[in-house]
Structure formats: structure tokens, C-alpha cells
């Protein structure tokens, strides 16, 4: 069985149809072909999956497709903008936040979310707000410097 499902995912109207049991993130990854939304775990532990819905950062694992019937979604691909990265995306790079990347897509779409609700969060309180993505490469030192630097406006100032 089919149900249709209509939604707008990084500004473009998708009009399909899906099983009910079909989950937000196999219908970001294997219908919509976003392969940057990333599968850890697939128990909502590890927050590769993480996208915005209607402006909150979800893990896409853990929820249905259809509880995105006419939302809005927003996945790592929908962050640049006319081919310009996301400033959170440009710390990352000038912070090098990353190793493997495989965390990364997840730890970006949280990070912005995590100053979205508080911009001046405080180191504790960056680390604290990170606590829903893992990363096994990176002990997570850069990649708080990443958000620190993104919250202090200056991008494209870092030294290495
Ligand atoms: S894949 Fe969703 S939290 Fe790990
Ligand atoms: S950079 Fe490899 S898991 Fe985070």
C-alpha cells in the first residue's frame, strides 16, 4: 500500500507516494537521492541522520516519512546557498571538523541548530548541545572550535 505524501525538501516541491513503514531518511536517501544524509546506527543514537523539519534539526531515522506530510525539510545538500556554503559548513573546513565525514552532514545541521537556539552558547554548552551526534574520528575538539568560530562571525579568518 501507497499513501501519497507532499512536502517541499530544500525548497523544491516533491509530490509521491510511500509505504507507510517507509522512514524520512530512506525517503531522503533512496527516493530523493540525498546521499549526504548519512545512516549510523538507525537508533537514534548517532545523529548522522540529522535534517531540519520545519526548522528543527530531527534525527530522519528515528520518525516516518509520513509525519513529514507538508513540511519542510532542509538536508546538508539544502545549506549552501547560490553555490555559497553555509558559514557553518566554511568553519568546519577552516577548522577542519572533520576526518572521515561521515558524522559530519549530522554535526553541521545540529550546529546550526544549536545556535539558532542559543547564540551564545558557551563551550560547555556547544559540547553539551553536540550530545546527540557521535563522531569517532575526531575527539571533538575542532569541531566545537568549528561552531565557536562560526558564532564569532569570522569566517575565513581562521589559522590553522
Ligand atoms: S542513523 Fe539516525 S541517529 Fe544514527
Ligand atoms: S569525522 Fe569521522 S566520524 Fe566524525
Known sequence: MSIPLSLTVNGKSINTSVDPRTLLV?????????????????????????VHLNGRAVKSCSMLALQAQGGTVTTIEGLAQNGTMHPMQAAFRECHGLQCGFCTPGMVM????????????????????????????????????????CQSGKVGTATA
Open 26 to 50: 530512506q525517503l531522503i536517501r533512496e527516493q530523493l537521492q540525498l546521499t549526504g544524509t548519512h545512516v549510523g546506527c538507525d537508533t537514534a543514537q548517532c545523529g548522522a541522520c540529522t
Open 110 to 149: 545540529s550546529a546550526v541548530q544549536l545556535l539558532k537556539d542559543k547564540p551564545q552558547a558557551n563551550e560547555q554548552e556547544i559540547r553539551e548541545g553536540l550530545e546527540g551526534n557521535i563522531c569517532r574520528c575526531t575527539g571533538y575538539h575542532n569541531i566545537v572550535k568549528s561552531i565557536q568560530l
